[in-house]
């Protein structure tokens, strides 16, 4: 029979069990027992209270989820006190030039870092193709003929000598190749930039250039 005075307290809980009943001096009955979540120690009486009641005929055996702790940041290993002294948190701060970027700045500076780590760097055209065009005339009369700005040209050919240069870096780094395999696709690598050795002319800087192998010049 419910008793509505043990409406959310543990006597009318689902996680109270072994429940003992005994007398006081005034003959009225005293129940207590444990709880399953061992939210209390026992003994634990009928009029007990916590967070975590299901009343008893509705438990449907699913663990109570935990409360969610916040996690204390970690402090790097070189701030890390030695015994008996306290802890110095470990703090970061950005340089001032940072701070003072708009994101457009911003994406510029971290392009040159990456442009500085894998070695490409900006490359200028030679100043007589400034604005230039190449003409692509076709064999078969009354066709038209395509025009290209030399500078769109020019962009593809420094992209695809950029991307041959991230490829050998990234050959020469793999720890899975042999030496031999290492040397064969170097070679194709290299039978590519002699392949376009004849785009050097526009280049304005010697040291810009595709370099093959002897003879491909």
């Known amino acids: 029979m419910d008793r509505p005075e043990l ?12 429940v003992i009943e005994t007398f006081d001096e005034n003959g009225e009955v005293k129940r207590k027992g444990e709880c399953l979540l061992m939210v209390w120690p026992p003994p634990l009486y009928e009029h007990n209270t916590c967070s975590q009641y299901v009343k008893r005929g509705t438990f449907t055996g699913k663990p109570v989820p935990k409360a969610r702790v916040a996690r204390t940041p970690r402090t790097s290993p070189r701030a890390a006190a030695r015994p008996g002294e306290p802890r110095v ?13 708009n994101a457009d ?20 055209l030679g100043g007589r193709w400034q604005g230039g065009e190449v003409v692509l005339k076709p ?6 003929e395509k025009r290209i700005p030399i500078e769109a040209l ?43 050795t004849t785009f050097n002319v526009l280049f304005a800087e010697k040291g810009d250039q595709f370099v093959g192998q002897k003879g491909d010049d």
Do not use: H, W
Not at 7 to 18: E, I, N, Y
Not at 105 to 124: H, K
């Open 7 to 18: 409406d959310k307290r543990c006597g009318s809980c689902a996680r109270f069990v072994r």
């Open 89 to 101: 948190p470990f703090t970061f701060e950005l340089p001032e030039e940072l701070l003072d970027m």
């Open 105 to 124: 700045e911003f994406r510029e500076v971290l392009r040159e870092v990456i442009r500085d780590e894998l070695g490409v760097a900006e490359v200028e």
């Open 139 to 144: 064999g078969k009369e009354g066709t038209q």
């Open 154 to 196: 020019f962009a593809k050919i420094v992209m695809i000598r950029d991307r041959l240069r991230v490829l050998e870096q990234k050959i020469n780094g793999n720890g899975k190749l042999s030496a031999e395999e290492k040397v064969q696709m170097q070679q194709y690598v290299t039978g590519c930039y002699g392949s376009l």
